[in-house]
């Protein structure tokens, strides 16, 4: 798997080793609020889970996930999932701590881009919660369009929330 680097951070594949830091910044009720699939809390087991599942066989041909590295360690993360012939699924999350410093609208960059040119891709799509506006905010600076509104589409803590999809098609 490819190596994408910035003057800020690289995106690279994790590794057996970056538990603790992907715990340390992925376990926190603000990550998981806007998430669909990240559990909270965040357990030990998750993070082995997870860095296990992308290293099997046949993972890449469904899901290709970066960790984002600033110093050796995991600080976030983004990858494609329901990866098609044509199309997939972006998402991503930030420690806390870095948000607000652009990271996330170029590591969307690169990640986008890496997409389209090395897995050929025609149509790259997110699913965002209504709520999230720092997320609607880097898809948009990424030329990313917002196609529409999915009313009740994720059930989150009991509750079904409408969502965004924004797409960027080649
Ligand atoms: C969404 C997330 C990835 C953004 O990462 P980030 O590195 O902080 O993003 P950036 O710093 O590149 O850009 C954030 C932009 O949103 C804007 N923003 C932040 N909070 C905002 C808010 N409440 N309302 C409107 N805009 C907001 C910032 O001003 C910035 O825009 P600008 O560059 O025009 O100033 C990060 O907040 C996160 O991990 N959140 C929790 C998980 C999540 O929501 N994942 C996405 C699921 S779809």
Known sequence: MAILKSRKFILRPYRKGDESSLIRNINDRHVYRNTCSIPYPYTRKDALEFIKSNK??????????????VGGEAIGGIGFREIKIHRAEIGYWLGRKYWNRGIMSEALRLATDFGFKK????????????????????????????????????????????????????
């Not at 099997?56 to 590295?69: C, R």
């Not at 997110?126 to 709520?131: N, P």
Request: glycine share 4%; with cysteine.
């Open 119 to 170: 897995l050929r891709l025609r149509r790259v799509y997110a699913i965002v919660f209504c709520r999230n506006m720092a997320s609607a905010r880097i898809l948009k600076k990424n030329n990313y369009k917002l196609e529409g509104v999915m009313k009740k589409y994720t059930l989150k803590d009991g509750k079904l929330i409408d969502v965004m999809i924004f797409a960027k098609i080649k």
């Open 56 to 69: 099997l066989p046949d993972a890449g041909k469904k899901m290709i996930n970066f960790a984002i590295d």
